[in-house]
């Protein structure tokens, strides 16, 4: 009944209960709840409004850029348009293109087989250049889908991409534009004033960006919200990190058509500043509250000061040794329960004081013992660091574990990764002979293993009773009964592992294990150490050694300054050069090959080429047999199909043996060599372009007999000296040759049948070396008043072709 009523009173009237639960604990509880509350809804209505926000802006930016691609994508496929079909109309057209659409930096048109036939930009144009792009993505996937857009990439820091569309007649024009534009797009005024905006391709490299966004170029895959978003079906984050590693608020939005992600951030330290003010203003009120209770308690706490002070005089006395003294105190609290404990206790202490001497003697053992271990612990601290050696400070940690553990050998072990073994690196205690057997053990199943593996020691007290491995075999021999394994590891990894040997059998006291713990901690620095001491030692001779280089490349990138100083001097005098070069190109390509005309205009003194003048040349004409019949029997249009790829297969002949196109003239074709560009081979090249010629039209005779159209081609040739120079005039210029040697190859053309290269005697006098050919009767030719000596070739029969491709040597040659 009575102890039912102490505890009643302790509940009711303690001063737990009475002060401290119902003041400061009361208060600070409903503070902090309250402010807790409140710091979660405003986190939750803020994040939720700004991730919102972000998504709209993210989402209509998406939208901005994609229809801003489809409508490049429109103004582009105006110029792939059926009406146009001559090179001159597609340079037209892609001119005005480029005047129109200033996000379209270069245009080029691709043939049907992949090879570049016009490449366009705002300063140059390049005709007929017959790169290859048969195997680029931007021909393959035009021509299987009809429109492509190749993958982003960047030039001189600046983003471009290309935009791809196949024309009716199987042609492509391909855009490229420049992505610049972009950045129009996520201007601060859109973006905010403390967010940022910027926009990546599929593999994270940033396209375009706003005022405070990453660098245009940078590679933001590694990033949590990028990589997120790059994964198939990956969702976007709502939280993630700049390339500064700091916190942000995100949110994403595709663009469709072409893989791009546009990203709208906002740090979230910025973001989150309501909280923080809030924080502030709540830690104000917790602070206040714990002053109130605070004032509160003191006051209440007065009245605690004559039973305290009774107590503590009480104690004193105890204190000096007066268990007779008793403590008055009449306070019906946890006070005067504690004033009769104290009575009780001096009562106890006077019982307790006799055996005190023994326990103090005893204590005082222990102490001795503690103080050792701490000189011991003291001296091996003071060799750790003193020395960065470890051949020095791991005798003396040996040393000293031996001294303190009255042990009978200490064995001291380093970790050999590579090898998985444990390898002798100290040792005292053990003969030479044990020693050599104890050099190195290995990890696996051994109690060295396991400790480094488990971090905690491993204590055998009975190393017969310990399973069979050579660790036990070699102690027991030595004489070794019981082993203590303490492991040497640290945050890096297995360093090592100190082994403790004693001749008795017994258990390891746990304050023996914990001080070897210790020894362990102190053999673990000095081998940290010591291994930073060598990287220390050995960055600093790479520093070093940079430091040279770096001195070296400072000296040679300002000799390769002042060289491209120098160069860019030139480059201007060169550039000046060949825009004279491109003027005199455009006027002679109206009657030259490309190469030829590029080869007059490369070198100074070449127009005069083109002046009236006598020389001796080789005349080639060719003709279809049966072509008037053919056109009074056909449509129009087949008519001028055939004539289509007769002249194709003919110019590419003339170009590639670097022959001068006289005239058209229906299916009639006139050619000279040897004017304006001398050629000490020009016969041999007319000839073996004419054999070339017989052999390529063939083909197309086969085609077009296929077709019912019934057709031949014949050749003559002719050698001879003839008037060469420009006639017409200003707007209209030809260069053409007269004389007698073109009215004989014309006559010799007539006579020559279907497939047949008919030349004069002289033409076969200059090439029988090389030809398979015939001599044939006289003819008595229209105009001559002189039976004239002609030949047959049939076949170029040298081995090796002698007629070079001499525009191809000289384009090399200036490269």
């Keep these: 009944m009575s102890e039912g009523n102490d505890r009643a009173r302790f509940l009711r009237e303690g001063l737990f209960a009475k002060y401290v639960v119902a003041l400061v604990g009361l208060v600070v509880f409903v503070l902090a709840v309250n402010g807790a509350m409140e710091i979660w809804i405003t986190y939750r209505g803020i994040k939720s409004s700004l991730h919102d926000g972000m998504s709209d802006k993210a989402e209509a930016t998406a939208k901005r850029i994609a229809q801003s691609i489809s409508e490049l994508e429109r103004q582009i496929s105006w110029v792939t348009r059926a009406s146009t079909k001559t090179i001159d109309d597609r340079r037209a057209d892609y001119a005005q293109l480029l ?215 009480g104690a004193r006395r105890l204190g000096a040794g007066d268990f007779g003294h008793r403590i008055e105190v009449k306070t019906s609290d946890e006070l005067e329960e504690l004033a009769n404990q104290f009575n009780g206790m001096a009562g106890q202490l006077a019982e307790t004081y006799s055996n005190l001497e023994a326990k103090v003697n005893e204590r005082t053992r222990d102490l001795a013992q503690s103080i050792n271990e701490l000189k011991v612990l003291e001296e091996v601290g003071r060799a750790v660091a003193s020395s960065l050696d470890l051949n020095a400070v791991l005798p003396t940690v040996a040393a000293r574990a031996l001294e303190i553990t009255h042990a009978d050998a200490v064995l001291i072990y380093g970790y050999d990764a590579g090898n998985h073994q444990f390898s002798l690196t100290e040792a005292i205690g053990i003969d030479k002979a044990a020693e050599g057997r104890h050099r190195a053990i290995d990890a696996d199943h051994s109690p060295l293993g396991e400790a480094a593996t488990g971090g905690e ?113 030139s480059l201007e005098q060169r550039v000046e050069t060949q825009l004279g070069e491109i003027e005199r190109i455009r006027r002679l390509e109206r009657f030259l090959a490309p190469q030829v005309a590029q080869l007059i205009a490369s070198s100074d003194g070449h127009e005069g080429l083109l002046d009236s003048h006598r020389r001796e040349v080789t005349v080639v004409f060719c003709d279809l047999r049966g072509f008037t019949a053919f056109t009074e029997t056909t449509e129009p249009e087949e008519a001028m199909n055939v004539l289509r790829e007769y002249h194709a297969a003919l110019g590419e002949l003339i170009f590639k043996y670097e022959g001068t196109l006289d005239r058209y003239a229906g299916d009639g074709v006139m050619i000279l060599f040897n004017a304006p560009i001398q050629f000490e081979d020009h016969t041999a090249r007319a000839v073996r372009m004419a054999v070339e010629m017989r052999d390529t039209i063939g083909a197309l005779t086969d085609k077009w007999r296929n077709r019912g159209h019934n057709l031949g081609f014949g050749i003559g040739i002719a050698l001879g000296y003839a008037t060469l120079g420009q006639i017409g005039f200003e707007q209209r210029l030809e260069y053409a040759a007269i004389g007698s040697v073109t009215n004989l190859a014309s006559r010799l053309c007539d006579e020559a049948k279907a497939n047949q290269i008919v030349v004069s005697r002289r033409v076969y006098g200059m090439v029988e070396p090389w030809v398979e050919g015939r001599p044939i009767d006289d003819l008595n030719l229209k105009g001559f008043n002189h039976p004239i000596l002609a030949a047959e070739i049939t076949s170029w029969r040298e081995s090796v072709d002698n007629v070079v491709d001499a525009a191809a040597a000289r384009r090399k040659k200036m490269q």
């Design 99 to 313: 005047r129109q659409v200033p996000q379209v930096s270069q245009l080029s048109l691709l043939g049907s087989n992949g090879r570049e036939q016009l490449r366009l930009t705002r300063q140059t144009v390049t005709l007929g250049s017959n790169a290859d792009f048969s195997r680029d993505v931007r021909f393959t996937e035009t021509v299987s889908r009809g429109t492509s857009f190749a993958p982003a990439y960047l030039r001189d820091q600046q983003p471009f991409m290309s935009i791809a569309l196949s024309h009716a007649d199987g042609s492509i024009t391909v855009a490229e534009v420049d992505l610049d534009f972009l950045s129009e797009f996520l201007l601060d005024a859109q973006v905010g004033r403390v967010a940022y905006a910027y926009v990546v391709d599929s593999k994270g490299e940033v396209l375009a960006t706003s005022s405070k966004g990453p660098e245009v170029g940078k590679n933001l895959s590694a990033l949590p919200q990028v990589l997120a978003v790059s994964k198939p079906g990956g969702i976007a984050p709502a939280s993630g990190t700049d390339a500064n590693g700091d916190a942000v608020l995100t949110t994403s939005s595709l663009v469709p058509k072409l893989g791009w992600r546009v990203f709208f951030e906002q740090p979230t330290a910025q973001a989150l500043t309501p909280i923080r003010d809030q924080l502030v203003r709540i830690a104000l009120l917790i602070a206040l509250g714990l002053v109130v209770a605070i004032i509160a308690g003191t006051i209440m706490a007065r009245r605690l000061l004559v039973p305290i002070t009774a107590l503590q005089a």
């Design 457 to 569: 020691p491993i204590a055998i007290p009975q190393l017969s009773a310990m399973r069979e491995h050579p660790l036990r075999d070699v102690a027991i021999e030595a004489g070794f009964h019981s082993v203590l394994v303490v492991p040497l590891v640290d945050q890096t990894g297995i360093l090592g592992s100190l082994v403790v040997l004693r001749r008795n059998e017994g258990e390891f006291s746990a304050n023996l294990i914990g001080l070897m713990k210790t020894f362990a901690h102190q053999a673990v620095l000095a081998m940290r150490n010591a291994r930073l001491f060598t990287e220390v030692d050995h960055k600093s001779r790479e520093l070093l050694a940079a430091n040279d280089i770096v001195r070296e490349q400072a000296s040679k990138l300002q000799e390769q300054t002042d060289q491209l100083r120098d160069w860019n001097r």
